[in-house]
């Protein structure tokens, strides 16, 4: 990429050593259900400290077996933040269960436990409580997971976290994805996440049973396991226990997501580098740049920047400008609950208006690893003039 060229918000990583490692990988033995995914998975739970890692083919697909394990079905209900890519409330969906959101903190922009635990009072009353949680670590900064874990023994949900943006990310300095608070974790390896094994997804879980059901969920629903068959005939036999799917990573994927683990942490230390540019670039700019709470240390996959309040209605002149310019600025994320789907099924403008708020006046910044500092001087002088042009800020 030149520094002249469009700038994307995040944008995969790719070396020379992944190229081989990919290409390798083709001309081994197998192309799928072989030992590279094993491999990725093994490493996967050693980096972030967790019993059980289950690769699947997108994280997608990792939430969705996640509901399936924790049993969520029709009749249930199942909460998350309204600040968050779909799929975190699609996947309780799938399982024919309700969806119901909790708004969010105004300064960290992931779900409130606050609001969580109001929620939970009245839902008490009216029985309505959740059967699962999903906290979404936004941005790659931990949810206020210990008060969310307490709330869960509290009043009796589970908690899947999801982390798509948060590999690399800290919490009370233990790895995301230790499942310390949680009963499941879930990656993402989109090309613009942190690491990448172009589509691909893991399940993080500490407790046996659940990992030999999220292991099924992904694979059709068989198990293979003597220690569960219901009769065992030879060694060509299986047996279908559930109806799963085919939700299996390919060696491919993880041959390249095993190269990129190997530059998590560098990838993470350039985010950070990159996070303090932006802040002396900006320093001067009418804009609220991102808090990090005192005891994450976030994987930064996002850098979203607020518009003051009285000049939200800017947001679209100045995302115009950047985008003209050659900037790739979006914005992260449309309120789940206000996409037609979800409107459909009830949801109004006006029920979580902290997260429409701060839907209304954020944009997402270029942060990636390969970012360059000239291409972060040319985000900077670029939004600069968007500023001034929208009369966000004088000349
Ligand atoms: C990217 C993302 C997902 C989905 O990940 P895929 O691997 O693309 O299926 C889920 N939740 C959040 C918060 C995400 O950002």
Known sequence: MKDNDFIPYGHQSISKEDIAAVVDSLQAEYLTQGPIVGSFEKAIANQVNSKYAIAVNNATSALHIACLALDVKEGDCVWTSPNTFIASANCARYCGAEVDFVDIDPRTYNLSAEKLEEKLISAKRLNTLPKVVIPVHFAGQSCDMEAIHRLSQEYGFAVIEDASHAIGGQYQDHPIGDCRYSDICVFSFHPVKIITSAEGGMALTN????????????NQGITKDPQYLIQNVGDWYYEQHTLGFNYRMTEMQAALGLSQLSRLDQFIEKRHQ?????????????????????????????????????NKAARKGVFEVLRHAGIGTQ???IPVHTQPYYQALGFQLGDFPVAEDYYSRTLSLPLFADLTSAQQERVALILKHALIANRVMSA
Request: hydrophobic fraction near 35%; charged fraction near 20%.
């Open 207 to 218: 407790n046996a049973n659940i990992a030999r059901l999220l292991r099924t969920y992904a």
């Open 274 to 310: 990159q996070f303090k540019s932006y802040e002396k670039l900006l320093k001067d700019f009418p804009i609220t740049l991102p808090y990090q709470a005192e005891d994450t240390h976030s994987s930064l996959h996002l850098y979203p920047i607020l518009l003051p309040e009285h």
């Open 331 to 333: 914005v992260h994320y």
